[in-house]
């Protein structure tokens, strides 16, 4: 038996993370089951920990049992496994982590910043920085930079590039963290002379952030701070700081950059040794930078031009056949002077002729995101490749004074750099495609935060991250990613316990923030935690998070049972249970339903919504009953409790209310109570053949909104699993399948994609936006059946139904790859193939059997 697939806090041979007790994970490879682990970790060949044999079968989050670790301190580390007849097994390939700076005077470096005074109203070309250092004979064992910058960056030495990450350092709330990167530079630094080169951009911090692309949000001087450390054989260690050392220019190239509306580019510009330089300015930020302990953003896929298309109107257009987000890169030979310019873009409108009005946000002299890029040529041979911006595209209008070659453009996914962790096929091609679509989705909404969407608005919108989070944690390794989500929301968190609509806040609109603490949204903060904790089995999680979540619970239960002459709504609970009736603040309720369910109005958010706000304090409070007692805090418990029953009791009065009757066409009202169990044997009863009654009326189509459509199939299931795969498999609009249908390659805001605005086109919903997607975890987790509901341990359920002839799902877990099959005979009974990993077992539970404990291999029923 053999250790593979080697992690440290779930990332593969990190460097720079600030865990000074991290956790070691591993999957078993051959044998059955792991009786006995050892772990040997060594510090420049020296062992600093042997963990000596341990009888045990963990393998996931085994935490470190060395001394407590320091600054730069690097570790190699192997395991060796015994199998379940105690043979020694061989050892695992080695891996690695390393240790940031985690200490404050670690850092030597000062913020600089350009020198030129700034004017909030003016735009400003790239900063860029440079210093000289010289090296002497002695051999070079080991170098790192340790990088950051409010703003967004790119470093070289030497013209060599540091690190394959973009849009360092990523996006925080800058105002109170900032995260910075670590990079192994030592195959860059020669010796005698080198040249450490930085570009400053002003990216989240000073651009376009959120749907009107406020300027300055967090900031006006953007500012950069690195620290190169050159450790020779000798031991003497060599440190290069930014200071005013630093030489500073922004007569380069890139005279223009902003995240979302693009650059300019004049390629006369590039030979620095024209530029003039100035004295680089030090400054200060009162932030001390810190790990972000997840995934660099990185380029990933690369795409080819599909189809040139010639419009009507005579213009040129690149199709990349795929919606992504990312930027291009091209070579041209040109004349100096002769210019290029590129707009990128989601769709074509109904002439056939590109646009950007379903992203953009337009009012007198505004338009945002401008999604382009102005490039001017020098003479010969020209090369380039965005670096400060990402755009959400399929399609590229090419308007250029110099002929592009198709195999000369490149388009260039950007995303961070989480791996793919599962497999889905099925005897339905159009079921197929839209699981892929909705893992493009999660890639291009993926920029170090999960956005909306990579287009017009790109906020890190709580309710869609909490609805998502069972897909993504399936379809990727999500867990790092998530966990900083979550420390963005907490570093928003409020005194009283709110938690807000979107992390980081800025580019929010102030008419908005009477928004934050909306239900669905903000009990995010404790969704997310609760959710990472169930799938990956790290109780760590909500220890970490625990007392955030313990004040919003707070918040919550403080502000239910009272009202509010501005906002709260009428209805006839009175008595006791008056008290946990939640309608109080502003809630965005159920979120874009078909329109011919629910139109929505701005009266919709102006007035709370106790129907849906009670369920969701219901059952934000079992959550929190759970978590607490695993955690040991009991003397939290009976509250939470009283809160989750207490809203049960009065939202089953609620419902006996005609203004908000259970009988109704609007499937989420029914879907909502079902799911969350708030309902009494009578109400459910009637609630279950209402709903159906429901999707029969509209035809058996998806009529739910943002926060109910990924619990429609679960609560289906619970009365017919037919039902489920009835809605699942129907092609027209509204409903999942219809848009892979109509061609596309990702999921749209809005049900009718490009069709939205009624039907009249020309809407302004994204056509890149994965929360309809997250129906995907129902297909994963009741279709296939695949679960984890315990260290070492699944659950495989499968629930066959519908037209399909077969469906597979390969799930890489924490604990290893689980794999199910299931397929139709012609006698019309199912066929199960099932894989469990080695060292876990699985209880088996097939539609209208007992359940059977199966442990690792293959098994076929």
């Known amino acids: 038996m053999k250790a593979v697939r080697l992690r440290c806090e779930y990332l593969t041979d990190p460097i720079g993370i600030d865990i000074v007790r991290p956790r070691l994970s591993w999957n078993c490879e051959g044998g059955n089951k792991q009786s006995a682990y050892q772990i040997i970790a060594k510090m420049e060949d020296e062992t600093v920990w042997d963990s000596g044999k341990v009888n045990s079968d963990q393998m996931h989050l085994v935490i470190w049992g060395g001394e407590t670790l320091g600054s730069r301190d690097r570790i190699e580390w192997t395991v060796k496994l015994w199998d379940e007849n105690d043979i020694e097994g061989e050892e695992s390939d080695t891996a690695s982590f390393e240790l940031g700076l985690l200490n404050n005077d670690d850092w030597k470096a000062r913020w600089i910043t350009g020198n030129y005074k700034v004017n909030k109203k003016n735009r400003y070309p790239v900063d860029c920085f440079r210093k000289r250092f010289w090296t002497g004979e002695k051999k070079v064992k080991s170098a790192r930079a340790y990088m950051t910058a409010c703003g967004i960056y790119e470093g070289?030495?030497?013209?060599?590039?540091?690190?394959?990450?973009?849009?360092?350092?990523g996006i925080t709330d800058y105002r109170k963290r900032v995260q910075y990167q670590t990079a192994d530079i030592t195959d860059k630094i020669i010796q005698g002379k080198n040249e450490v080169f930085f570009m400053l951009a002003d990216g989240w911090y000073r651009g376009s952030v959120g749907a009107w692309g406020m300027k300055n949000y967090y900031g006006s001087e953007t500012k950069l701070l690195a620290q190169i450390e050159i450790t020779y054989e000798d031991g003497e260690v060599q440190v290069i700081c930014t200071d005013e050392s630093f030489e500073w220019t922004n007569e380069g190239p890139i005279r223009f950059a902003d995240n979302k509306d693009g650059e300019n580019y004049d390629a006369r510009r590039e030979d620095f040794e024209k530029a003039k330089w100035w004295t680089a300015k030090e400054t200060y930020h009162n932030v001390i930078p810190t790990a972000s302990n997840n995934f660099a953003l990185k380029e990933q896929e690369r795409l080819s031009v599909k189809n040139v298309i010639r419009t009507p109107q005579g213009k040129t257009i690149f199709d990349f056949g795929q919606n992504i987000a990312g930027y291009v890169?091209?070579?041209?030979?040109?004349?100096?002077?002769?210019?290029?310019?590129?707009?990128?873009?989601?769709?074509?409108?109904?002439?056939?002729?590109?646009?950007?009005?379903?992203?953009?946000?337009?009012?007198?002299?505004?338009?945002?995101?401008?999604?382009?890029?102005?490039?001017?040529?020098?003479?010969?041979?020209?090369?380039?490749?965005?670096?400060?911006?990402?755009?959400?595209?399929?399609?590229?209008?090419?308007?250029?004074?110099?002929?592009?070659?198709?195999?000369?453009?490149?388009?260039?996914?950007?995303?961070?750099?989480?791996?793919?962790?599962?497999?889905?096929?099925?005897?339905?091609?159009?079921?197929?495609?839209?699981?892929?679509?909705?893992?493009?989705?999660?890639k291009n909404n993926s920029a170090d935060l999960p956005t909306d969407c990579p287009t017009r608005e790109r906020h890190g919108w709580s309710g869609d991250a909490q609805i998502f989070i069972g897909t993504a944690g399936y379809m990727v390794n999500y867990a790092p990613f998530a966990m900083k989500y979550e420390t963005d929301l907490c570093d928003w968190q409020t005194k009283d316990g709110c938690f807000p609509q979107i992390a980081p806040e800025g580019g929010t609109d102030s008419y908005m923030r009477g928004m934050n603490g909306s239900s669905g949204w903000s009990d995010a903060g404790v969704i997310i935690p609760y959710r990472l904790w169930k799938q990956n089995g790290d109780i760590r999680i909500i220890e970490k998070y625990y007392d955030s979540m313990k004040k919003y619970a707070g918040y919550v239960m403080?502000?239910?049972?009272?009202?509010?002459?501005?906002?709260?709504?009428?209805?006839?609970?009175?008595?006791?249970?008056?008290?946990?009736?939640?309608?109080?603040?502003?809630?965005?309720?159920?979120?874009?339903?078909?329109?011919?369910?629910?139109?929505?109005?701005?009266?919709?958010?102006?007035?709370?919504?106790?129907?849906?706000?009670?369920?969701?304090?219901?059952?934000?409070?079992?959550?929190?009953?759970?978590?607490?007692?695993?955690?040991?805090?009991?003397?939290?418990?009976?509250?939470?409790?009283?809160?989750?029953?207490?809203?049960?009791?009065?939202?089953?009065?609620?419902?006996?209310?005609?203004?908000?009757?259970?009988?109704?066409?609007?499937?989420?009202?029914?879907?909502?109570?079902?799911?969350?169990?708030?309902?009494?044997?009578?109400?459910?009863?009637?609630?279950?053949?209402?709903?159906?009654?429901?999707?029969?009326?509209?035809?058996?189509?998806?009529?739910?909104?943002?926060?109910?459509?990924?619990?429609?199939?679960?609560?289906?299931?619970?009365?017919?699993?037919?039902?489920?795969?009835?809605?699942?498999?129907?092609?027209?609009?509204?409903?999942?399948?219809?848009?892979?249908?109509?061609?596309?390659?990702?999921?749209?805001?809005d049900w009718d994609g490009p069709d939205s605005n009624n039907g009249?086109?020309?809407?302004?919903?994204?056509?890149?936006?994965?929360?309809?997607?997250?129906?995907?975890?129902?297909?994963?987790?009741?279709?296939?059946?695949?679960?984890?509901?315990?260290?070492?341990?699944?659950?495989?359920?499968?629930?066959?139904?519908?037209?399909?002839?077969?469906?597979?799902?390969?799930?890489?877990?924490?604990?290893?790859?689980?794999?199910?099959?299931?397929?139709?005979?012609?006698?019309?009974?199912?066929?199960?193939?099932?894989?469990?990993?080695?060292?876990?077992d699985a209880m088996v539970i097939l539609p209208g059997k007992e359940g059977l404990e199966v442990g690792p291999g293959k098994a076929d029923f």
């Not at 877990?813 to 139709?824: P, Q």
């Open 156 to 169: 070289s030495i030497n013209g060599d590039r540091i690190g394959e990450f973009c849009l360092a350092p």
């Open 329 to 442: 890169e091209f070579d041209v030979v040109a004349d100096e002077g002769q210019r290029v310019f590129l707009r990128f873009g989601e769709k074509l409108d109904e002439a056939g002729e590109f646009t950007q009005h379903n992203i953009q946000c337009v009012r007198k002299n505004l338009i945002t995101p401008l999604q382009q890029i102005k490039y001017i040529c020098k003479d010969g041979q020209n090369h380039y490749k965005t670096r400060f911006a990402i755009f959400g595209f399929q399609y590229v209008l090419v308007e250029s004074d110099v002929h592009i070659d198709l195999e000369n453009m490149t388009a260039i996914a950007v995303y961070s750099d989480f791996e793919t962790t599962f497999k889905f096929d099925s005897s339905n091609r159009l079921l197929n495609q839209f699981v892929q679509n909705t893992l493009w989705s999660l």
């Open 558 to 749: 403080e502000r239910a049972g009272k009202e509010s002459l501005l906002n709260s709504e009428k209805h006839s609970v009175k008595g006791k249970e008056k008290k946990y009736i939640y309608n109080n603040g502003q809630h965005y309720g159920e979120w874009a339903e078909p329109s011919d369910v629910h139109a929505m109005s701005f009266k919709d958010f102006i007035k709370s919504q106790p129907e849906v706000s009670t369920a969701y304090m219901s059952y934000v409070m079992t959550l929190m009953v759970e978590i607490a007692g695993a955690l040991g805090k009991t003397e939290d418990i009976n509250l939470y409790k009283e809160y989750a029953e207490g809203a049960k009791r009065a939202y089953q009065k609620l419902v006996e209310d005609p203004k908000y009757s259970l009988d109704t066409d609007r499937q989420a009202k029914l879907v909502r109570p079902l799911y969350f169990g708030m309902l009494n044997e009578k109400q459910t009863e009637y609630a279950k053949k209402r709903l159906i009654k429901a999707l029969e009326n509209y035809k058996w189509r998806v009529g739910t909104g943002f926060l109910s459509t990924p619990l429609l199939p679960y609560v289906l299931q619970d009365i017919d699993i037919e039902y489920a795969y009835k809605l699942l498999e129907n092609e027209e609009k509204p409903g999942w399948l219809s848009m892979p249908k109509s061609g596309a390659t990702t999921i749209w805001e």
């Open 760 to 840: 009249k086109g020309g809407g302004i919903a994204s056509l890149n936006h994965y929360s309809k997607g997250a129906v995907c975890q129902w297909i994963f987790e009741a279709m296939c059946g695949i679960r984890v509901v315990g260290e070492n341990h699944f659950i495989i359920a499968p629930h066959p139904g519908g037209h399909f002839d077969f469906a597979e799902f390969s799930y890489d877990s924490v604990y290893g790859t689980v794999f199910c099959r299931w397929d139709k005979k012609d006698d019309g009974e199912y066929s199960y193939h099932i894989e469990v990993p080695a060292n876990t």
